[in-house]
T-cell receptor
Framework: DAKTTQPPSMDCAEGRAANLPCNHSTISGNEYVYWYRQIHSQGPQYIIHGLKNNETNEMASLIITEDRKSSTLILPHATLRDTAVYYC??????????FGTGTSLTVIP | NAGVTQTPKFRVLKTGQSMTLLCAQD?????MYWYRQDPGMGLRLIHYSVGEGTTAKGEVPDGYNVSRLKKQNFLLGLESAAPSQTSVYFC????????????????FGPGTRLTVT
């Protein structure tokens, strides 16, 4: 499975959009991009996933570039409860996830 | 549904002792996973199972053994604990989405905090 690169930390003002980038330049054609987050010491929580097209659900939007070498997770209106570590994962089969160190997002009041 | 539960929540071991961590899920999921998370690090996959009676190695399998005798349970064993195994252990499960792919969502337990002195 392809490895990912994320900035170690980001800040975002409450109520503003949080845009979290992820680089996965070695992604192969059938690998999906998954986003999870981990709040404090809890188990990770699924956010969204995609293959080629942009995706949106009640939590976030996922924008994947046309060449699929990078993606951006967008939290449209960040709240204090969105403060967490966000992990971008690329996987072919969905049963072997490499979480990396993720991006620590701090939402500032 | 209780989801994914882990037993125990906390444990302190002395070097050389053995123990078994229990993971149970009531969602009838085919896939189950064991991860470890060290301070400031992301989760790393230890072992996983794609069905009852099957297990496979993940990224960091050394020093651990696993068993999946029942579909709902996934056991992680440490035969001779070492200080390097001090970590938080997470169990997760997911269902079979298609013949070659697990579901996109893994459901995680609350974790077991293990300290080896």
């Amino acid at each position: 499975d392809a490895k990912t690169t994320q900035p170690p930390s980001m800040d975002c003002a409450e109520g503003r959009a949080a845009n979290l980038p992820c680089n996965h330049s070695t992604i192969s054609g059938n690998e999906y991009v998954y986003w999870y987050r981990q709040i404090h010491s809890q188990g990770p929580q699924y956010i969204i996933h995609g293959l080629k097209n942009n995706e949106t659900n009640e939590m976030a939007s996922l924008i994947i570039t046309e060449d699929r070498k990078s993606s951006t997770l967008i939290l449209p209106h960040a709240t204090l409860r969105d403060t967490a570590v966000y992990y971008c994962i690329v996987s072919l089969t969905g049963n072997q996830f490499y979480f990396g160190t993720g991006t620590s997002l701090t939402v500032i009041p | 549904n209780a989801g994914v539960t882990q037993t125990p929540k906390f444990r302190v071991l002395k070097t050389g002792q053995s123990m078994t961590l229990l993971c149970a899920q009531d969602m009838n999921h085919e896939y189950m996973y064991w991860y470890r998370q060290d301070p400031g690090m992301g989760l790393r996959l230890i072992h996983y199972s794609v069905g009852e009676g099957t297990t496979a190695k993940g990224e960091v399998p050394d020093g651990y053994n696993v068993s999946r005798l029942k579909k709902q349970n996934f056991l992680l064993g440490l035969e001779s604990a070492a200080p390097s195994q001090t970590s938080v252990y997470f169990c997760a499960s997911s269902y079979l989405q298609s013949w070659d792919r697990a579901s996109y969502e893994q459901y995680f337990g609350p974790g077991t905090r293990l300290t080896v002195t």
